[in-house]
C-alpha cells in the first residue's frame, strides 16, 4: 500500500497529497535497502496502487505531488510548502507505528522487512 500524506496550505487551504516512494523512504528512515524500496514501489506501481490513490486525490480535488521528484512546492497562493517528511511531525519513526489517522491520509502500511531474499 502507498503511503500518501494529505497536507493542507497553511496559508489557502489547498491540499496536497504527496506520495512518498518506499525507496524515498528507506532512504530517509534506513528501514529497508533502497533495492527493496525500488521493488516495492514497482509493485505498487504494476498493481494499480498508486493510480488508485492518485485517481482518489484528484477526485477529492486534492493536487497531487511525488515526493521523490519535488521535495518543495510553491501552492498557487504563493506560498512555499515544504514536503519533507522529517520536518513533519506526523511521521512514522519505527515500524509497528501503523498509521497517521487523518481524513484523506491513507494509512501507513508498516514496513514488512523479509528475514531473507
Ligand atoms: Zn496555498
Given amino acids: 500500500m502507498a503511503l500518501v ?3 493542507p496550505c497553511g496559508r489557502c487551504g489547498k491540499k496536497y497529497s504527496v506520495y512518498y516512494p518506499k525507496v524515498f523512504l528507506y532512504s530517509i528512515y534506513g528501514t529497508g535497502t533502497p533495492a527493496q524500496g525500488a521493488r516495492e514501489d514497482e509493485e505498487e506501481m504494476a498493481s494499480g496502487a498508486i493510480d488508485v490513490a492518485r485517481r482518489r486525490a484528484e477526485a477529492s480535488g486534492n493536487v497531487w505531488v511525488d515526493a521523490s ?47 531473507s531474499s
Fill in 69 to 115: 521528484r519535488e521535495s518543495k512546492i510553491v501552492c498557487s497562493c504563493g506560498k512555499s510548502l515544504d514536503l519533507n517528511l522529517a520536518h513533519h511531525p506526523r511521521v512514522p519513526q519505527r515500524r509497528g507505528v501503523t498509521a497517521a489517522r487523518q481524513s484523506g491520509v491513507i494509512a501507513f502500511p508498516g514496513v514488512h522487512r523479509k528475514p
Fill in 5 to 7: 500524506f494529505t497536507f
